[in-house]
């Protein structure tokens, strides 16, 4: 059986430790179901076809800093990401892109992106458009359903083709499919109630004011997340 691939996309550390963490447990991985490559160290560009399917993490770099302003890492995570999705597009290869994942494959797909529609580190419900209820990957799943959020840039223009599967009050594009198999969330159904608490710890005064701490802590730890995203995604491209 082929193994995922999972591309880190964000710098070493205890957000993608948990990260990870997380992923694996909800999507039900061992040791040899999925393959984590860190973007920002000298590997090779991965094969596809070694893989059943794509996993591209969060990140906290910004894709639409001005370029003297990204640090070595960032740009060497962008260039080889650049190149992989490239490759995922152009073979609707099934792919899952969280946040920063979403948003390159946006950008590589010719659409654009946005600083209009910030979200604070929050749980934010989440509604499944018309399309997103009929989407194979959705097909079940609560119209609407609380997930965790937390973001400075998302989804301008949609990619000529895509499909908007969910949005939100404050985020048009909360979910999106390219082509058939190709999806991403700027939503992170991936993170469980101990990840939003590291994330939370780690992120103050970038994605919340330092002073609001207890209270994005305690709207994060009442909320009722759904991570079936994750599970659905993994059930369906195993192979």
């Known amino acids: 059986m082929k193994p995922f691939l999972f591309l ?7 957000v993608a430790d948990s990260e990870l963490a997380d992923l694996r447990n909800f999507g039900g991985l061992g040791d040899d179901d999925l393959v984590s490559i860190r973007l920002e160290q000298p590997v090779p560009v991965p094969d596809l076809e070694d893989f059943c399917a794509v996993i591209i993490s969060g990140s906290p770099y910004n894709l639409m800093s001005a370029p003297e302003a990204k640090p070595p890492a960032q740009v060497k995570t962008e260039e080889v990401l650049a190149r992989v999705c490239d490759e995922i597009l152009e073979k609707d290869f099934p792919t899952l892109g ?3 994942g979403l948003q390159m494959l946006t950008l590589r797909a010719g659409g654009s992106l946005t600083r209009d529609y910030p979200e604070r580190i929050s749980a934010p419900y989440i509604e499944l458009t018309d399309e997103g209820k009929s989407d194979p990957l959705l097909e079940g ?11 400075g840039e998302s989804v301008g223009q949609v990619p000529e083709g895509a499909r908007i599967l969910a949005s939100s009050d404050l985020v048009p594009v909360q979910m999106m499919r390219i082509g058939q198999h190709v999806y991403g969330t700027q939503f992170h159904p991936e993170v469980s109630r101990e990840g939003i608490q590291i994330r939370i710890d780690a992120y103050g005064g970038a994605y919340f004011a330092t002073d609001q701490r207890e209270q994005v802590l305690d709207e994060c730890l ?3 997340t759904d991570n079936t ?10 192979s």
């Not at 880190?8 to 205890?14: H, K």
């Not at 799943?141 to 973001?151: E, L, R």
């Not at 995203?229 to 195993?238: E, G, Q, V």
């Open 8 to 14: 880190v996309a964000r710098p070493g550390g205890v």
């Open 98 to 100: 969280l946040c920063y």
């Open 141 to 151: 799943m609560p119209a609407i359903f609380q997930a965790y959020s937390g973001h």
């Open 222 to 224: 009442s909320a009722y």
């Open 229 to 238: 995203i994750i599970s659905r995604f993994i059930d369906t491209y195993r």
